[in-house]
């Protein structure tokens, strides 16, 4: 299987390695960054002090880490901790924000050999897989170089599992080398179960991005920030965040009626991914608004839409916000953290699709948090509510949501102890 599943995987590369250089090298004027992938400038960090790799996809899980990593070197600062991660993006933010961990590297290709070099460069002790990214030859190695393999933050949403029961042989002996794992919610642990997977090795702690730790902002932090993007007092803002394709001409189009009726209304897009800012901004010039980028963004500078078209950000934005809108939730593709509007005590909205945050999304719809926005109707009356009471009421009701949601770091820290005492 291991085997076959390398052969396909070199197949894939010979295909679309011309393709990522192209749209990654000469469009985006970034590196594909190989020979980190596969090893050739990798430190020779290894040593015999107690040690753990963490790996994580991209920016959100690199971020939800942030605070687990502080307080694991925290309580052991003698602990060396390597970092991985995917994306060009996620190194980006790894290397800004992950300052605790002490080495900040690429995730090798996943083939054998190449894999192999990694762990016997690195030797850790323990190996810590964030929410669900499954390297087949990654996972094998871990297993056999490791005195254990740890999944935390866990997540197996309904798209994920149907596409694991099509293959649950082939699921089940990847899972097979993880040692234990650590899910958000009871549906993950059932999920795998009905995979094949003990449930004694499985437990539910809650989600770590619930445990985010934001920098507290002043009313004078805020009032600086919207100064300095020439938003008046009399402004209302509203924030749609994490948007996908398909949103931003939604939101525009509710904005606009809604505009007719209130001229202080502004609207701040932030797109997911980095490659739409264009797309989205050509997207906004269809429309008769006054659009700017936060790049371009001066105080004396006049707009009606503003794109974040920078990362890391977005909670601030959210912070300054008046409503707050979750992005990835008017189309089917499964939602976006809520979290952070809830850190700010903001009201929250976001579409009908958030089946990969449905747990969270049920939990602020519940407790009064959030409202979820069906049609185009309740869109526009999204942009014109006017009830401060109502929504000051959300707000709180966000914040005592997520501070209920707190557990995860402590228990992850008490899972990876136990794992490297055992080594």
């Not at 008769?288 to 794109?307: E, G, Y």
Request: proline share 3%; aromatic share 10%.
């Amino acid at each position: 299987m291991y085997i076959f599943y390398s052969l396909l995987l070199f197949i894939y590369l010979l295909i679309y390695i011309p393709v990522y250089f192209v749209r990654i090298k000469l469009l985006r004027g970034e590196s594909l960054f190989l020979r980190e992938r596969l090893g050739r400038r990798l430190k020779n960090e290894g040593t015999e002090k107690k040690s753990l790799w963490i790996h994580a996809v991209s920016v959100g899980e690199v971020l939800s880490l942030q605070n687990l990593i502080k307080k694991i070197k925290e309580k052991h600062p003698a602990w060396t901790i390597h970092f991985s991660t995917l994306t060009n993006t996620g190194m980006r933010v790894a290397k800004e924000k992950l300052t605790d961990a002490d080495n900040v590297f690429f995730v090798p290709l996943d083939f054998k050999r190449v894999v192999r070099k990694f762990f016997n460069t690195l030797r850790p002790r323990v190996f810590v897989l964030a929410e669900s990214e499954l390297w087949p030859n990654l996972l094998r190695e871990a297993k056999r170089k490791t005195k254990g393999v740890l999944l935390i933050n866990g997540r197996i949403s309904s798209r994920s599992f149907k596409r694991y029961s099509r293959f649950k042989f082939v699921a089940k002996k990847i899972l097979k080398n993880i040692d234990f794992f650590l899910v958000q919610t009871e549906k993950d642990k059932e999920n795998l179960e009905r995979i094949g997977i003990n449930s004694g090795v499985v437990e539910v702690v809650s989600n770590l991005k619930s445990e985010i730790d934001l920098p507290s902002l002043t009313e004078e932090d805020l009032l600086k920030l919207k100064n300095n993007l020439g938003i008046l007092p009399t402004n209302r803002v509203i924030v749609a965040g994490s948007t996908r394709k398909g949103e931003e001409k939604k939101l525009i189009e509710a904005y606009s009626r809604a505009k007719s009726v209130d001229e202080n209304l502004l609207l701040i897009l932030a797109p997911r991914h980095p490659e739409r800012f264009d797309d989205v901004e050509r997207i906004c010039r269809n429309f008769s608004f006054k659009v700017m980028r936060r790049t371009r963004v001066s105080p004396n500078k006049q707009w009606h839409i503003l794109i974040l078209d920078t990362i890391g950000e977005l909670a601030h934005f959210y912070a300054l916000s008046d409503i707050s809108f979750v992005g990835g939730s008017l189309v089917p593709w499964g939602g976006q953290n809520l979290l952070e509007p809830a850190f700010y005590k903001k009201p929250i909205f976001f579409g009908p699709h958030m089946e990969n945050f449905a747990f969270l999304a049920e939990k602020f719809v519940q407790s009064g948090a959030a409202r979820i926005i069906n049609k185009d109707k309740d869109l526009d009356e999204l942009f014109l509510i006017r009830d401060e009471k109502s929504l000051e009421k959300m707000g709180n009701s966000a914040k005592e949501t997520l501070n209920s949601l707190k557990g995860a770091t402590e228990k992850t820290i008490k899972a990876i102890e136990a794992m490297i005492a055992d080594s």
